[in-house]
């Protein structure tokens, strides 16, 4: 997958990809609702989530699953694809359901994938799977604690036309978060159904949840109350756009690397997940001899420049804790479709 260049937004554009990254209402008529913070009818808003979507500067729109919660597993991988076999591995790695997101990083180590399962067998069954087809061993890195996650980006000044000609464009306030209108229980076997409904995103409807609830034989309201319970569970992270970092002018990616200490790592990554520029933090387990890393934070910037002029920070946070660290940057994605389970 090549990657796209920065796109021109208009003002409207803008503001619903910023304002529309969370707290999606949880209500009947949810995208006249949520229109109303950005001065526009339900049908504009419905047009303009369908042409963001078709331009892929939204991947997707609909909930961000923690899957862990529901009893599954995600688990960051990698391996090292000989440069005359890459595209090869690359596509026996994608083939499988259980890989989410896929990045080409410049490394030794040069493809990292996420596994997303229902079980923690079905990682291991994933990983020796592509042992197995790509002839290639996996360093399987699973999540040890979770320090910090909240991937929200802001539009870049340059992806709004508008903006690049008057100067500024000001990005409005985050909208109160909206009442949920029913409270309800994540009976396992609707929240699956409902996973599997929505996990290629919302449907483009005015009355999405009653579309769901027709599809997968249920309530409306049964529906909604569901997704209000994982939500309050932390099944669910937030429900709302998941934008195309690169669309909208973070096109470096970096993910920063460090040893530390084991009996410092935790205090540690409190304080590196905190960063405001920091969208992920966790402490993850070594692989050594090869990989004596144990706490990683992503960074997103304009350029490498600013990616590593925050690492900087991070590295003068860490002080005499950081025996070593390392950058790997993307130069491919090579597949984002997030978590996907059989029906």
């Avoid at 090292?80 to 259980?98: G, I, S, W």
């Avoid at 903006?163 to 009976?187: F, L, W």
């Avoid at 900087?312 to 994605?333: G, K, M, Q, T």
């Amino acid at each position: 997958m090549v990657e796209q260049a920065q796109a021109r937004l208009d003002a409207i554009d803008r503001r619903i990809v910023n304002g529309l990254q969370g707290d999606f209402p949880l209500v009947a008529e949810p995208y006249r609702q949520a229109a109303v913070q950005f001065g526009i009818g339900e049908d504009e808003l419905l047009g303009r989530l369908d042409r963001l979507l078709g331009a892929r500067v939204l991947t997707r729109f609909g909930p961000m699953f923690q899957v862990e919660r529901m009893g599954g597993r995600f688990v960051l991988a990698a391996l090292a694809a000989p440069e005359a076999r890459f595209d090869d591995v690359a596509e026996t790695v994608n083939r499988l359901p259980e890989v989410a997101h896929n990045y080409r990083r410049e490394h030794r180590l040069n493809m990292w994938f996420v596994l997303a399962t229902e079980s923690a067998d079905g990682i291991a069954a994933a990983i020796r799977r592509i042992e197995t087809d790509a002839g290639l061993p996996v360093y399987a890195f699973p999540k040890e604690r979770e320090y910090f996650v909240d991937m929200r980006l802001t539009v870049r000044q340059a992806a709004d036309a508008e903006a690049s000609r008057a100067g500024a464009v000001d990005t409005p306030a985050p909208a109160p978060r909206p009442a949920m209108a029913i409270r309800g229980n994540a009976d396992p076997s609707l929240m699956r159904s409902i996973v599997v409904a929505t996990q290629a995103g919302l449907p483009l409807a005015r009355h999405p949840y009653r579309l769901i609830a027709d599809r997968i034989g249920c309530a409306e309201d049964a529906v909604i109350g569901c997704l209000a319970a994982m939500l309050e569970s932390g099944a669910i992270r937030r429900i709302g756009a998941v934008p195309n970092h690169y669309a909208i002018g973070y096109t470096a990616n970096g993910m920063s690397v460090w040893d530390v200490p084991d009996d410092a790592v935790d205090r540690l990554g409190e304080v590196v997940g905190a960063l405001p520029f920091v969208t992920h933090c966790y402490r993850r387990p070594r692989a050594l001899p090869d990989w004596p890393y144990n706490l990683f934070a992503m960074v997103h910037g304009a350029c490498r420049d600013e990616v590593l002029a925050r690492v900087a920070e991070i590295r003068a946070r860490l002080h005499r804790a950081c025996r070593r660290y390392d950058v790997l940057f993307s130069s491919r994605i090579l597949k984002k479709t997030g978590l996907r389970i059989g029906g």
